[in-house]
């Protein structure tokens, strides 16, 4: 038999409470529920909410970005990929056609650099949007974001002066938009949860809970 004094205890857990849609004061044909853009709590890295709560604190919205963050945001440097390497491709076959002049590409050697920087483009944009949370609970805003260097954004609800959102063009053909905070004391936005699906519902929710808890 194992002597008690050998017998480690056990190590403290924090406590993650999320939100029932059911006991939600929030009407559900709103989707504050289930927001249109969250995913479901057991897809989101444990890991990486755990550290970025507090013990007790309820979660009431944990979203990321829609998907389409992932063009939509390096959508400019995707064009001039493209244009680069069709541009390429056209000097190959122009010069090909002269027998005077001679360059160290062919066409198909253009599109293949092409491709492959499209796809590193990509591929960076992918792990920019798995690095991104957005978290709100019943006493914090938090954001999550950046893939070599992290940047966590957090501030009481007390201490939101203004939220506002903000929709391009291109983001409100797909029903995206972006929210926009400011704390107190500050004349710029601190931050912002980009390319959120459902933008104004989301926004409603978080205006109703800095009501509900900062009073």
């Known amino acids: 038999m194992t002597p008690a004094s050998l017998v480690k205890p056990p ?3 924090t406590e993650i409470r999320i939100a029932s849609p059911r006991t939600d004061s929030a009407p559900n044909h709103a989707g504050f529920a289930t927001p249109a853009g969250a995913l479901p709590v ?3 890295s444990t890991a990486r909410s755990r550290e970025l709560l507090q013990e007790g ?3 009431i919205l944990l979203l990321r970005p829609s998907l389409l963050y992932i063009p939509l945001s390096c959508f400019g440097g995707l064009i001039f990929i493209l244009l680069i390497t069709f541009a390429l491709a056209y000097i190959s076959r122009i010069a090909h056609a002269l027998p005077s002049v001679t360059i ?3 066409d198909r050697q253009a599109f293949s650099l092409g491709i492959g920087l499209f796809a590193l483009r990509l591929g960076w944009q992918v792990l920019e949007w798995f690095s991104r949370i957005y978290i ?3 006493r914090r805003i938090i954001t999550r974001s950046g893939v070599l260097r992290v940047n966590v954004f957090q501030t009481s609800l007390k201490n939101i002066q203004h939220t506002s959102v903000i929709v391009r063009l291109r983001e409100r053909i ?3 938009g972006c929210i926009a905070f400011a704390t107190a004391g500050s004349d710029v936005f601190d931050s912002f949860w980009v390319v959120i699906r459902r933008p104004f519902v989301v926004h409603r929710k978080i205006v109703d809970t800095i009501r509900r808890y900062s009073a």
């Open 57 to 59: 604190e309820i979660i």
């Open 174 to 176: 797909f029903g995206l």
């Open 42 to 44: 057991q897809q989101i």
């Open 11 to 13: 190590r403290p857990r």
């Open 104 to 106: 160290g590409w062919t």
């Open 136 to 138: 709100l609970t019943d």
